[in-house]
């Protein structure tokens, strides 16, 4: 694939999944955006693309707070100009029995794995939608499609980013925007480190 010139933001680019995909997009010629929490992790992914002479950048991102994503979007229009795709692959769990689950960590879980997506995608579409043009890809997972024991509130999340995915494709499809969602399955960084605190 040739992505000479695209602008693409991925989120969650410090670890796992996303730092993979942000260095991908980079190696095919996109210019890459990471915005993630973890400012150690999103500067390391950047220094690698650096040393290996790749465009990688990275914006401190919080999706659990709503000035933090729009503090994002606003940097990332004015450094990318326009925006040609967004990958929303940041993810947070805490894998625990849901009786045991303290509400705060359904409230994060949530903010992080669906609402994040959406205040971002929303930030993000117009110039978009004026431009007829672009991708989105959101990271769900399996546990979405089929439930996963002790992740009952993050296949709730996850299950919740397959339905906004679906129903916004619907209706990005006019401005031939492409809405698409992935769903790994266990074999995870983010699983493999839930479960080691288990």
């Not at 959406?118 to 993000?124: A, C, M, Q, V």
């Not at 009952?152 to 969602?181: H, Q």
Request: hydrophobic share 45%; with cysteine; charged share 20%.
């Amino acid at each position: 694939m040739d992505l000479q010139d695209r602008a693409v933001i991925v989120t969650g680019g410090a670890s796992g999944i996303g730092r993979a995909t942000a260095l991908l997009l980079a190696r095919e010629g996109a210019k890459v955006l990471i915005g993630d929490v973890d400012a150690q992790g999103g500067r390391s992914t950047a220094a690698e693309g650096a040393a290996n002479g790749f465009a990688i950048d990275y914006l401190p991102l919080d999706l659990t707070v709503k000035a933090s994503v729009d503090d994002f979007v606003g940097a990332a229009h004015q450094r990318a100009g326009r925006v040609d795709g967004l990958v929303n692959a940041a993810g947070w769990d805490q894998i625990q029995p849901f009786l045991e689950n303290p509400p705060e960590m359904w409230d994060r879980v949530i903010a992080v794995n669906l609402m994040g997506a959406i205040r971002l995608t929303r930030g993000i579409l117009p110039p978009m939608v004026e431009a007829r043009a672009g991708k989105i890809v959101n990271i769900s997972s399996d546990a979405g499609r089929v439930g996963s024991t002790g992740e009952t509130v993050y296949a709730a999340a996850k299950g919740g980013l397959i339905a906004f995915t679906k129903s916004l494709a619907r209706e990005m499809a006019r401005y031939r925007i492409n809405v698409n969602c992935v769903c790994p399955g266990l074999r995870t960084p983010l699983y493999s480190s839930v479960s080691r605190n288990a």
